[in-house]
């Protein structure tokens, strides 16, 4: 059973601090990850996308995987009140499914 | 088209009744997932085809569950025998090039089986 493990939150952080969601996944095989942005009643919006060990970093945002430790994480930099959102984290293993596995969410809220 | 659309946004039916979501993808995708997602909770695979035809069904939680694609493009979930339990948001998403480059959804169609 591939499972993907995020603690569901709320994480609180101030306006302008560093956010730091994590998740660990239990499929060694497992080739992407990818963290979506999903707002209250809205469908997930796909943010980030790493595949290799190490850091991959785009405007605010910087993805970061641990193949060995089976953990990726994302760092929210300049936190700002519109990134209030659950962040679901995702990840691929394809062979003959090639559907995504989904993490339960992580609700962020940024405090003015 | 720009995105992928889904139709109906919302759809309240009674216990018992036969629904069916529409999905048309990104126009050229030729992989498209349905995916049921629960009030505090992650999205949830159900079906992927690629092209006409179902390449993994094993998400679809029992036989009153079945989505066809007829011809590689708009797709429809169907749900016989509605039951509360299937009450989620069931979203759509889709990808030119399968699973390993994650893919857009669409905005949902929320199902309330009353």
């Known amino acids: 059973q591939k499972e993907v493990e995020q603690n569901s939150g709320p994480l609180s952080v101030p306006e302008g601090a560093i956010a730091s969601l994590n998740c660990t996944y239990s499929d060694r095989g497992s080739q992407s990850f990818f963290w979506y942005r999903q707002y209250s009643g809205k469908s997930p919006e796909l943010i980030m996308s790493i595949y290799s060990n190490g850091d991959k970093e785009d405007g605010r945002f910087t993805a970061q995987l641990n193949k060995a430790s089976q953990y990726v994480s994302l760092l929210i930099r300049d936190s700002q009140p519109s990134d209030s959102a659950t962040y679901l984290c995702a990840a691929y293993s394809g062979g003959g499914a090639d559907g995504l596995t989904f993490g339960k969410g992580t609700h962020l809220i940024i405090q003015p | ?114």
Do not use: M
């Open chain 2, 1 to 114: 088209g720009a995105g992928v659309s889904q139709t109906p946004s919302n759809k309240v039916t009674e216990k018992g009744k036969y629904v069916e979501l529409r999905c048309d993808p990104i126009s050229g995708h030729t992989a498209l997932y349905w995916y049921r997602q629960s009030l505090g909770q992650g999205p949830e695979f159900l079906i992927y085809f690629q092209g006409t035809g179902a390449a993994d069904d094993s998400g679809l939680p029992n036989d009153r569950f079945f989505a066809v694609r007829p011809e590689g493009s708009v797709s429809t979930l169907k749900i016989q025998r509605t039951e509360r339990g299937d009450s989620a948001v069931y979203l759509c998403a889709s990808s030119p090039n399968g699973g390993a480059g994650g893919y857009t959804f669409g905005s949902g169609t929320r199902l309330t089986v009353v």
